[in-house]
C-alpha cells in the first residue's frame, strides 16, 4: 500500500448511523485521520506558523452512491471496509477519496483514483472530500475565514490526480448557477425557490471550536427538504426511504452564532422516472452565499398496494 | 479487572464533541458495547426468541459534570481514559456506568460505584445508563413498544448496586412533577410552562431502524432552550458557554416519523446566584410524555468588561 493510504474496518453503531448525516461526520474524522497519517501533521491540533488554531475545512463533500453501502441503509451491526487516500491540492489544500465497501467483499489494498472518477464498483459508496485549511481572521468571527496551512503540513510527496478532477472548478459553476446539475431538459421543475428561513441552531449546528459543523450543512439542507415535503403533501416513509445517488456540497462560508439562515430550494423530477428527483440547495446569511448543495435521489417506490 | 468492565482511550474528534448531543451519542454506543461485552449478546443485532429484532434502549440517561471532562469542553485532540461497568439490572434492563477522565490522571482499573453515587473526582465526567430491552408490538409503530430481552442475554453473573440507586423510581417521581429536582425555595421562576411545538425532524432525529434517537432527545430539549433564550434576549456566547453541572433525561416513549412535539420548558435561576439556573423540559406527543429531563448548569460569566 501507498503511504498516502489508511485502511480501516468499522462496524456501524447507532452515533454513525441514521437518516441525519452522522455518517457524514464520520467520514470526515476518516478524512482528518488520513491527512494526519499521510501529512506529518496532527489534524485536530494543528497550528500556523505564527502559533494559531488552523483547521482542515471541508470545501467540497461529494457522495456517490451506487448499491448496499448507502448512507441511509447502513444500520447497526453492519461491517463495513473503509480505504481512503490522500492526494496532492497544492500546499493549503488536500484531496481525499474514501471507498467504503461490506465488510469482505473487495480487495481494500486495491483501490485507485481511476475508480472513483470513471470506473466504480458496484455496492461501494465513494466519497471524495476537497480540504483547505483556514484560520479565522478576526477572533470570535467566522465570517472571512482565511487560508492558513499548519507549520508541519508535508504534501510535496503526495500523489496526484488528472487537474480535471479537482473540485474548484466545478464549484465556480454550481456557485454561479446554483446547481451541480445543468441544463436536463428531461427534468420537470416542481417547486422553485422555496425558502426555509431559520436561525443557526445553536444546540445543534456548531463545533467545539464554535464554528458551523461540515455535516451540520447536510442536515440543513435534509431538514429544509422535509418541510418541503410536507408542504408537498407527501409520506414521512417516503422520505426516509430515499435513496441517494450522488450528492455534492460546496462550502463557501461559515456562519456567526446569531446568524439566520435561508435556504432556498428547486426540485425537479425526472420526466420519465418519476421516482427519480434532484434537489439544489442555496444557503445564505443576509444574501452571503455559504452552500450550494445538488442532491440526486429516487424516492421509495410506494408499492403496488398503495395509492 | 472485573469481567463486567470495559477500559477504552479516546482522542476526541469533531464527530464526537460540539454543542449538540455528539458526545452522549458516542457515550450510548460504549454502553451498547459494554453490555456486548459483559452479557454475551452482541448488542447491535440482538433478537428476541422469537428472532425479533430488540433494542437495549435508553430508559434514563444522568450525566454529572464536576470539572475538565465537561460535554461542551472537550475539543479536537482532547485524550481520555474511559472505564465503563455493566451491572445488574433484572432480566430486561442493564445498568451502565461510566467514568470519563483526562488521559492518565485517574488509574482507569479503580472503579467503583460508591464513587459514582457519592464519592465523584473533581475533573471527570459522570454518566449513568439505565437501559431496557424493547422491541415494537407492532410493524411500523413507535407507540407501545414493549419489553423483550435477547435469547442469548446474560445478566445473573453481574455484580450489583444497593437498590435505592436504581433509575425507576426517581423516573415516577420526575414524571409525576415534571422535575427531577423539587422543593428549592432557592430558586426564583424566571418562566414557565413556556412550549416550543414542531414536527418531528426526519433528517435529524431517528436512527437507521426508525426510531427517534436516544441523542436526539438531549438536542431537541437544547434547541427548545435556545429558542427560549433568544425570547429572554440573551446572548449566543452565554448559551455556548454554559456549564452543565448535572442532566437527568427519562425517555418514557417514542415518537412516530409523523409526530409533532410539544417541549414544555420551566426556568429557574439561584436567588443568590443569578449564573446558575435549572432548567425542566417535559416532551409530548399529543398530550402523550415522551420524556422528562432536568439539566442544571451555570451560564458564562459575562466577565468585567461586558455589560
Chains 1, 2 share one sequence.
Not at 497519517?37 to 483547521?55: E, I
Not at 431538459?185 to 428561513?197: E, K, S
Request: include cysteine; charge should be neutral.
Amino acid at each position: 500500500m501507498n503511504h498516502n493510504t489508511v485502511i480501516r474496518q468499522a462496524t456501524v453503531t447507532p452515533s454513525m448511523s441514521g437518516f441525519n448525516a452522522q455518517l457524514y461526520a464520520r467520514i470526515g474524522d476518516w478524512t482528518w485521520d488520513a491527512v494526519s497519517s499521510a501529512c506529518s501533521t496532527d489534524v485536530l491540533t494543528a497550528r500556523t506558523v505564527s502559533g494559531d488554531p488552523t483547521y482542515l475545512a471541508f470545501y467540497y463533500f461529494h457522495a456517490q452512491c451506487t448499491g448496499a453501502v448507502h448512507p441511509h441503509r447502513l444500520s447497526f451491526g453492519d461491517r463495513i471496509d473503509v480505504v481512503s487516500g490522500v492526494f496532492a491540492a497544492g500546499g493549503d489544500s488536500t484531496l481525499t477519496l474514501h471507498r467504503l465497501s461490506p465488510a469482505g467483499t473487495v480487495d481494500p489494498t486495491a483501490f485507485h483514483w481511476r475508480e472513483f472518477y470513471g470506473e466504480p464498483r458496484p455496492d461501494c459508496l465513494y466519497v471524495e472530500n476537497f480540504n483547505r485549511w483556514v484560520a479565522r481572521s478576526a477572533a470570535d468571527r467566522n465570517h472571512g475565514l482565511e487560508r492558513s496551512s499548519p507549520h508541519d503540513f508535508a504534501h510535496e510527496h503526495l500523489p496526484t490526480v488528472p487537474r480535471q478532477y479537482y473540485a474548484p472548478r466545478l464549484c465556480v459553476a454550481a456557485r454561479s448557477s446554483g446547481t451541480f446539475r445543468h441544463h436536463e431538459p428531461d427534468h420537470l421543475t416542481i417547486a422553485r425557490g422555496y425558502t426555509v428561513r431559520r436561525p443557526v441552531d445553536l444546540a445543534r449546528d456548531f463545533n467545539p471550536v464554535g464554528l458551523m459543523y461540515f455535516a451540520s450543512y447536510f442536515s440543513v439542507v435534509d431538514s429544509a427538504l422535509w418541510e418541503l415535503w410536507r408542504v408537498l403533501g407527501r409520506d414521512s416513509s417516503a422520505f426516509l426511504g430515499r435513496r441517494i445517488e450522488d450528492q455534492k456540497i460546496n462550502y463557501v462560508g461559515n456562519a456567526d452564532p446569531d446568524d439566520t439562515l435561508d435556504v432556498t430550494l428547486t426540485l425537479r423530477q425526472h420526466r420519465t422516472d418519476p421516482l427519480g428527483e434532484v434537489l439544489d440547495a442555496v444557503v445564505r446569511v443576509e444574501g452571503r452565499l455559504i452552500a450550494v448543495s445538488t442532491v440526486s435521489y429516487r424516492r421509495a417506490d410506494p408499492g403496488p398496494d398503495r395509492p
